[in-house]
């Protein structure tokens, strides 16, 4: 059984309460960040932090907890659950009071969440075989730059992918591909040239995303940082996506089109092997 952190103190994760006036259950009044766990260490730790203190700033949610201190909790969650591999889940909420559409007082303690869940990041069945897509309209709200907890759209999304066949849905708005459910969507071109959605409000601020690209540009790979559309995609010589969970994950079909050979592709391959091999290295 897993230990859990919840507002200051370890406990079984059977035992793990919140109130149910709590506004991240009432309202989806919360923010989360999802940290890899390699060799027992944190990946891009500071990366995490730093897009969440901008989402609770977004949002003008108060929370006191330091960064030091919130790296010393995921490091006794992965000692108590001795994991090796996989991921912390680390949430943060407005707290809890009587319901209101108004928020509560500034002094409001906030709620803070955090667990472990063991996955294979390196070994990924999903990467070595390549996903297939299916692309859903866009429907979220227009602030996607904000990590909160209103997942129920990217989840009906990923399930009408899945209905079809596919793996995981890349979201479009006005004909043009915003990013995956839970991950940032690239292509590939004839040139060699790595397409991704420039960083707006329609897209999540990826921290895999910068990590990805940096590792590209240091390869001397040509990076474009624009709109691409469904019809381009699907003609691209190779697809991939990137998330905190699945690394770099290579994309074989769009909408029942394939890409490239039918296979994971050499760019999408190579970067992800790079980014591994970086990632082990600064991870702490």
Not at 19 to 31: C, I, P, Q, Y
Not at 100 to 108: A, G, K, L, N
Not at 245 to 257: E, K, N, T
Request: glycine letters at 8%; hydrophobic letters at 40%; proline letters at 3%.
């Amino acid at each position: 059984m897993r230990t859990v952190y919840v507002n200051g103190d370890y406990v079984p994760e059977n035992e793990a309460k919140v109130s149910v006036f709590d506004r991240g259950f009432l309202f989806a009044d919360g923010v989360y960040e999802v940290t890899s766990v390699l060799d027992g260490k944190l990946v891009d730790f500071a990366g995490h932090c730093g897009r969440l203190r901008r989402s609770l700033s977004e949002l003008s949610m108060n929370f006191s907890v330091s960064d030091d201190e919130l790296l010393a909790i995921h490091r006794e969650l992965v000692s108590r659950n001795g994991l090796e591999e996989g991921l912390v889940y680390l949430q943060v909420t407005r707290g809890a009071a009587d319901r209101d559409f108004v928020f509560p007082p500034d002094d409001t303690p906030a709620t803070l969440v955090l667990f472990t869940q063991e996955k294979s990041l390196i070994d990924s069945a999903l990467a070595q075989r390549g996903q297939k897509i299916f692309t859903v309209g866009d429907h979220r709200w227009s602030r996607c730059d904000i990590k909160t907890v209103q997942l129920l759209y990217p989840s009906l999304a990923k399930m009408e992918a899945r209905a079809k066949g596919g793996d995981d849905a890349w979201l479009v708005r006005d004909g043009l591909v915003t990013e995956g459910s839970s991950n940032n969507a690239y292509i590939v071109l004839a040139d060699g040239s790595i397409v991704t959605r420039d960083i707006s409000n329609f897209i999540l601020h990826g921290i895999t995303r910068k990590a990805v690209l940096a590792c590209a540009r240091k390869l001397q790979m040509k990076v474009v940082e624009r709109a691409f559309t469904v019809e381009e995609a699907r003609h691209a010589v190779e697809a991939f996506s990137t998330s905190a969970s699945g690394f770099v994950s290579p994309v074989i079909s769009i909408d029942g089109h394939e890409i490239g050979d039918g296979k994971p592709g050499p760019v999408a391959r190579k970067l992800r092997d790079v980014y591994i091999e970086e990632m082990r290295k600064a991870s702490i």
